[in-house]
């Protein structure tokens, strides 16, 4: 995992921010680029409640799903509530159904790799740039939030608790009583 340099050692270089490409960026995209730097700050602090904070909670917190001022000032979420809310908010997809181009700060869909069984999920990675070398970000149990490729990912949780290679799904949140962004633009014509 590509570490906040911080949490390595304090006196050496900060970790440079999630860096979005600026072209297209909405209001949205500003603010979950915000989050993710907040965590990643967050990081650097010697603080055990971080220690204490699941993937869970990163990646939804990234994503936007709590009400809450900053990072801090949520209730750390368990497994089994994850689960909830990815059956509530999210369908799984395919991998080749996320757009060549992705990157978070620019779209306003919104995806998860879940690792280990969806209804006991292992880990949540957010992904912010398909086609980036480190496409996700997540918090690995030993290390602090931070980037990691789907290779690293691999590494660190395939053969723990049974989780496999095929264990690995991509879910998209639901855009419920709204048009999905990948779908603005398009006709639809329901006949009866």
Known sequence: MQKNLKCESAGSGAAAPFQPRMVKMDYEGVLTSERMNEIMDVCARNNPIYEQVS???????????????????????????????????????????IPEDYHIAESKERYLLVIGDPSFPKHFA????????RPYFSKLPLFG????SMDELINEFAGIDGVTPDDFHIYRKNWYGQIPPSSKGKIYIVKD
Do not use: H, R, T, W
């Open 145 to 148: 939030a931070g980037y990691d």
């Open 126 to 133: 957010v992904i912010a740039d398909k086609n980036g070398s």
């Open 55 to 97: 993937s869970y909670s990163v990646a939804l917190y990234a994503l936007g799903f709590f009400d809450c001022p900053d990072f801090m000032s949520f209730q750390d979420i368990s497994g089994d509530e994850a689960a909830e809310i990815l059956s509530a908010e999210f369908s799984e997809i395919e991998f080749d159904e």
